[in-house]
T-cell receptor, first 106, second 114 residues
Framework: GIQVEQSPPDLILQEGANSTLRCNFS?????LQWFHQNPWGQLINLFY???GTKQNGRLSATTVATERYSLLYISSSQTTDSGVYFC????????FGKGTKLTVNP | EAQVTQNPRYLITVTGKKLTVTCSQN?????MSWYRQDPGLGLRQIYY?????VTDKGDVPEGYKVSRKEKRNFPLILESPSPNQTSLYFC???????WGYGYTFGSGTRLTVV
């Protein structure tokens, strides 16, 4: 089945810094989502982005389906951005990556 | 408020004692799914349902049962729980297909089997 690799596995930032999280797929992707799991465990849907670029406030995401990767950008990070970011994608079968754990320090 | 409601939030049970974790959504979503989350393994799909009376196995269905008699409800049943089913469980729903807009998770159920 499709393999999903997220990088980096861990990221520590100071408040105000920018970051880029990456999701690579081993096979073709025509559906892709990004989620945030906050420190209390709640999973929030951030983007549905099978291709192209979307922005929502300080967050934006870009998927290049032909090259089988997606990027999540976080600008001017805040402590509330801490948590784990997951991508989920694939074609017929969608698979979660193992996540990037982000810690934003004040 | 549009939401997916799971109950209970926390559950400690003994090996072999049947239990049900309920999941209900109020968004008229066709697709519903159950996941378990374990350290180092991420989120793995247990079962999913594309619509009423339509259910399919995910990646780790062994030891679990589901039913979808009504659109809004998708209970997860553990007939004979074992300690390796100790995990954090999430229910999710979406409008269609499992990948579209409005993919919404419940708050999670932390299950401990002793």
């Amino acid at each position: 089945g499709i393999q999903v690799e997220q990088s980096p596995p861990d990221l520590i930032l100071q408040e105000g810094a920018n970051s880029t999280l990456r999701c690579n797929f081993s096979d073709s992707v025509n559906n892709l989502q990004w989620f945030h799991q906050n420190p209390w465990g709640q999973l929030i849907n951030l983007f549905y982005i099978p291709s192209g670029t979307k922005q929502n406030g300080r967050l934006s995401a870009t998927t290049v389906a032909t090259e089988r990767y997606s990027l999540l950008y976080i600008s001017s990070s805040q402590t509330t951005d801490s948590g784990v970011y997951f991508c989920r994608g694939g074609s017929e079968k969608l698979v979660f990556g193992k996540g990037t754990k982000l810690t934003v320090n004040p | 408020e549009a939401q997916v409601t799971q109950n209970p939030r926390y559950l400690i049970t003994v090996t072999g004692k049947k239990l049900t974790v309920t999941c209900s959504q109020n968004m008229n979503h066709e697709y519903m799914s159950w996941y378990r989350q374990d350290p180092g393994l991420g989120l793995r799909q247990i079962y999913y349902s594309m619509n009423v009376e339509v259910t399919d196995k995910g990646d780790v269905p062994e030891g679990y049962k589901v039913s979808r008699k009504e659109k809004r409800n998708f209970p997860l049943i553990l007939e004979s729980p074992s300690p390796n089913q100790t995990s954090l469980y999430f229910c999710a729903s979406s409008l269609s297909g499992g990948w579209g807009y409005g993919y919404t998770f419940g708050s999670g159920t932390r299950l401990t089997v002793v």
